[in-house]
């Protein structure tokens, strides 16, 4: 397996990296921070030189693995019911069914410090499970040992904050719970409290509410068919049918910042994707494209695309890629600044594409230097060096069939 950075300049920054994190961090928007002097580390866990990437890939039953990306070993995680989609927030993984969230501590995370990062790795757990009705929508933040993780039970209502400094000891702890009209919703955490969705008459999602860490209600907007988050460097992201709200916090009063669509605007996006933190990002809807909504400038812009599209990432880099997983099952680079196709891959998953259940759950994730694109029928996992022509750089198999599949170490 090919070392990404050689090891010697990444053990030189981390030491450079440790002498230099004697001040407070800068807090992350939609997190608590922990104590600043633990930069994210736990008992039991080593910090390490280099990011330690690992894929989890969770078959249709529930079995669970992971790969190493770095030294090339994998490890069985053990089982969990039957997922209908799993989310990560670059070390947990949270695998929801019709009946609950099972939790997965993969063992490996980064604290982003701000102008550099700390990396550790642990015994990978099985941490539980938070029953619920519905398959739950998970809303993750930027640190997996601070803030909050927000789960959505539609059939009943539930709106669950789990604690994730607790879920780092292995303990899963409710910081809030609400119990509103079951409906599609959301709720995602913005500073010590969150942001949840609200149901009208006809139980359609309306409405946001941001609420402290009790639950009060402190500022509303309007977010007609609210679907689709995702925590940046700037804010919150939650995407309506008109267009998205970006919440952010100082401490004090939360903001609710509509962003409208620009005019005669094709389908609205219904998920987002990016390279973890990174202020742009991509926005998947139905047509042969992809929004791509830059929270700094709150902006957004539309990038066509050769074919429909079954996947989208942005990594929102110096050169603008944005990757694109294609109906044909290419992957596809473009350069989202000027909207220019990069380079392409050859047709890459047939069986996948010939098994209509499994197109939606061809996944991609990406990082600083590669993605990664999962053919579940086919039972791989492809390394895509996105700034190299689109090269395939590995192809990766796990000991468990891709169906769902999420990066972690990020």
Known sequence: MRTRTPHAILAAALLLSLAGCNSVPASQPGTVESTPQK??????ATEVAEPQFHLVAVDSVGQASMLDLLGGTDTQLGSVAPPLH?????RFVFAASANGVQIIDSGVWTWNHGDHSHYYRAEPTMVGTVSGEGAATVA?????????????????GSAVLLDNAALSNG??????????????????????????????????????????????????????AAAGTITTRVGLVIGCADGAVIATS???????????????????ATSFA?????PTVAGLGKDAGVWLLNT????????????????????????????????????????????????????????TLAEPELLGKVDL???????????????????????DGARIARTLTLPTQPVHLVETGR
């Open 39 to 44: 930069h994210g580390a736990i008992a039991g």
């Open 86 to 90: 799993v989310t990560s927030d670059g």
């Open 140 to 156: 993750t933040g930027l640190l997996s040992t601070a803030g909050t993780t927000g789960l959505f039970f539609p059939s009943s």
């Open 171 to 224: 303990t899963i702890t409710e910081s809030l719970r609400l119990d509103v009209a079951p409906h599609s919703g959301i709720i995602a955490a913005l500073g010590e409290g969150a942001v949840v969705t609200e149901a009208d008459a006809n139980g359609n999602t309306a409405r946001l509410r941001a609420i402290d860490a009790g639950g009060r209600e402190l500022t509303t907007a309007e977010c007609p």
């Open 250 to 268: 100082d401490g004090t009063k939360p903001a609710l910042e509509h962003v409208p669509y620009p005019a005669e605007a094709t389908a609205p």
């Open 274 to 278: 990016g390279r973890k933190g990174r």
């Open 296 to 351: 700094r400038d709150v902006s957004w812009s539309w990038l066509p695309t050769a074919t429909p599209v079954l996947a989208a990432a942005a990594v929102d880099d110096e050169a603008g890629h944005v990757v694109v997983v294609g109906s044909d099952g290419t992957v596809q680079v473009y350069d989202g600044r000027s909207n220019k196709p990069i380079s392409s891959t050859a047709p890459l998953m047939p069986a």
């Open 365 to 387: 994730t990406v990082d600083g230097e590669r993605a990664y694109v999962s053919a579940p029928a086919e039972g791989l996992v492809f390394e895509i060096a996105y700034a």
